[in-house]
C-alpha cells in the first residue's frame, strides 16, 4: 500500500524558517502532481503550491516569493521551503500525489508560528 509520510513541522518564531519533506513508501508510476495543502484553524483545506509533472509551479499568492517547492522524481519526494513564517501560517499542512488511479494525502504535519 502506498502512503505519503511527512515530516518537518513544529513551532517557530515569526520570521522563521522551516522545511517540510514528504516521501512516497511504496512504488508509484505516473505522477501528474505533486503538492502542498494547509488547513488554517476554521479554515478550509487550500492549496499552498503544486508542482506538475512537465507544468508549471503553482503557488498560492499569500505564500508567493516565501514558500519554495521541490521535488525529487528519481526519490519520488516533494519539500517545502517556508521562509519568512507569519502567524498566518499557522495550519496543518498535508502533501499531495495525484498520479493517473491515485489521489494520495498525508497524515498532516502541524506548523505553529508564534512568539
Known amino acids: 500500500q502506498v502512503q505519503l509520510v511527512e515530516s518537518g513541522g513544529g513551532l517557530v518564531q515569526p520570521g522563521g524558517s522551516l522545511r517540510l519533506s514528504c516521501a512516497v513508501s511504496g512504488n508509484i508510476f505516473g505522477i501528474w502532481t505533486m503538492g502542498w495543502y494547509r488547513q488554517r484553524p476554521g479554515k478550509q483545506r487550500e492549496l499552498v503550491a503544486a508542482?506538475?509533472?512537465?507544468?508549471?509551479?503553482n503557488y498560492a499568492d499569500a505564500v508567493k516569493g516565501r514558500f519554495t517547492i521541490s521535488r525529487d522524481n528519481a526519490k519520488n519526494t516533494v519539500n517545502l521551503q517556508m521562509n519568512s513564517l507569519t502567524p498566518e501560517d499557522t495550519a496543518v499542512y498535508y502533501c499531495n500525489i495525484r498520479t493517473v488511479a491515485l489521489d494520495l494525502w498525508g497524515q498532516g504535519t502541524r506548523v505553529t508560528v508564534a512568539s
Open positions: 508542482m506538475p509533472t512537465g507544468g508549471t509551479t
